[in-house]
């Protein structure tokens, strides 16, 4: 399957200042990539949709001024978090899909980023 | 309102022994569901995949049953080990044929030596 990578895995900052987290796609041009957040003992909750060269779409709820996506290659998508707020502290997860797999669609996952705003 | 139900409560098996995992579904129409595995402070890994018509699928120790009926997914991990201890999600594709999947919370699963 595909290899997802991202960075940092861990940062904290201060609130009110940003933080950018990258996702990689090793070996898998990827027009499409998704973001999820995580709280502790819940499930994944899917923040957008990012599209290579267009604009992201954002799920209900999610500020799309606040939570900044730029799909700006077929292997890279960024996720900027602005103006950080203690309550953006979570864990952030990117992925992908491979619809290659005959009509299904595996998803696969970056290792992660924990954001910690203090 | 569509729901995934995944019991909440971790599972505590001897090593050797048969997990079952089990997910709910409500108000879905799900085409295919999904199995991943989640360590702690990692992303998901993709294990499984069974389709609307299929009624089993294995690979190696897993097996997965999907019963459309029950609207319910049985996840087994035969002769389990240690190193099988970690957080199963599933996984149904969204209503309406999104091919984005919506991910249930997940059950623990500890297998002791």
């Known amino acids: 399957g595909a290899v997802v990578s991202q960075h940092p895995s861990r940062v904290i900052c201060k609130s009110g200042t940003s933080v950018k987290i990258e996702c990689r796609s090793l070996d898998f041009q990827a027009t499409t990539m998704f973001w999820y957040r995580q709280f502790p003992k819940q499930s994944l909750m899917l923040m957008a949709t990012?599209?290579?060269?267009?604009?992201?779409?954002?799920e209900q709820g999610v500020e799309k001024d606040k939570f900044l996506i730029n799909h700006a290659s077929l292997t890279l998508s960024t996720l900027t978090v602005t103006s950080a707020h203690p309550e953006d502290s979570s864990f952030y997860i990117c992925?992908?899909?491979?619809?290659?797999?005959?009509?299904?669609?595996?998803?696969?996952f970056g290792p992660g980023t924990r954001l910690t705003v203090t | 309102s569509q729901k995934i139900e995944q019991n909440s409560e971790a599972l505590n098996i001897q090593e050797g022994k048969t997990a079952t995992l089990t997910c709910n579904y409500t108000n879905y129409s799900p085409a295919y569901l999904q199995w991943y595995r989640q360590d702690p402070g990692r992303g998901p890994v993709f294990l499984l995949l069974?389709?609307?018509?299929?009624k089993e699928k294995r690979k190696e120790r897993l097996k997965v049953t999907f019963d459309t009926t029950l609207k319910q997914s049985l996840f087994h991990i035969t002769a389990s080990q240690p190193a099988d201890s970690a957080t199963y999600l599933c996984?149904?594709?969204?209503?309406?044929?999104?091919?984005?999947?919506?991910f249930g919370r997940g059950t623990s699963l500890i297998v002791h030596p």
């Open positions: 990012s599209n290579e060269g267009s604009k992201a779409t954002y």
């Open positions: 992925s992908l899909l491979d619809g290659t797999s005959g009509g299904t669609y595996e998803q696969y």
């Open positions: 996984a149904l594709d969204s209503s309406g044929g999104s091919y984005i999947p919506t």
């Open positions: 069974i389709r609307e018509n299929e």
